[in-house]
């Protein structure tokens, strides 16, 4: 089945205490983002992936660190977590960049303390 | 940059149609998108506009007008599963993705 993966689904952790949160999609999408979803704000996009070895900044990257070493995973990592960073995260990806449906992952519920 | 505008809310009845208006600014186009998405659930996509005109799939509808930065949604026939948010998108010439706020529909018996 297609799909985006995303784990932990949920998670509760203290502020400081580095975290990754992955993701892995099985359609050889070329690109690939994530998004931090917080009510009233909508969907932000942290970084996104343009393809192996190429990462560029969203419009929050602040606190936020990406790798994209192979074409299925593009994993985030929250080096020093803060509360700010409590957030609903999506992983997302699509054939290309110029091309249309961009497809979700569950989600990620994340809650820094 | 990018800025996208979508109202907060809109109240409709079943069976009654709905068009939920998107404006944008950006400094390159690359594509309009509309999603929906439930509570705590991950969005699905609805539609893909990147030239002008008017695209139709079932009961829904997206209209594009790229000189006018203007895009709508229309929900036809509605029913109650069709209450939920509904996301307007512009991604940049550069794979950059903007979503707007979101707008709520609530439908009414």
């Known amino acids: 089945e297609a799909q985006v993966t995303q784990n932990p689904r949920y998670l509760i952790t203290v502020t400081g205490k580095k975290l990754t949160v992955t993701c892995s999609q099985n359609m050889n999408h070329e690109y690939m983002s994530w998004y931090r979803q917080d009510p009233g704000l909508g969907l932000r996009q942290i970084y996104y992936?343009?393809?192996?070895?190429?990462?560029d900044k969203g419009d929050v990257p602040e606190g936020y660190k990406v790798s994209r070493k192979e074409k299925r995973n593009f994993p985030l990592i929250l080096e020093s977590p803060s509360p700010n960073q409590t957030s609903l995260y999506f992983c997302a990806s699509s054939l290309g960049t110029n091309t249309g449906e961009l497809f979700f992952g569950e989600g990620s519920r994340l809650t820094v303390l | 940059g990018q800025n996208i505008d979508q109202p907060t809310e809109m109240t409709a009845t079943e069976g009654a149609i709905v068009q939920i208006n998107c404006t944008y600014q950006t400094s390159g186009f690359n594509g309009l998108f509309w999603y929906q998405q439930h509570a705590g659930e991950a969005p699905t996509f609805l539609s893909y506009?990147?030239?002008?005109g008017l695209e139709e799939k079932g009961r829904f509808s997206s209209f594009l007008s790229r000189s006018k930065g203007y895009s709508y949604l229309l929900l036809k026939e509605l029913q109650m599963k069709d209450s939920a948010s509904y996301l307007c998108?512009?991604?940049?010439?550069?794979?950059?993705?903007?979503f707007g706020a979101g707008t709520q529909v609530v439908v009414t018996p």
């Open positions: 998108a512009v991604r940049s010439a550069r794979g950059k993705l903007q």
């Open positions: 506009n990147v030239l002008d």
């Open positions: 992936s343009m393809n192996v070895e190429v990462t």
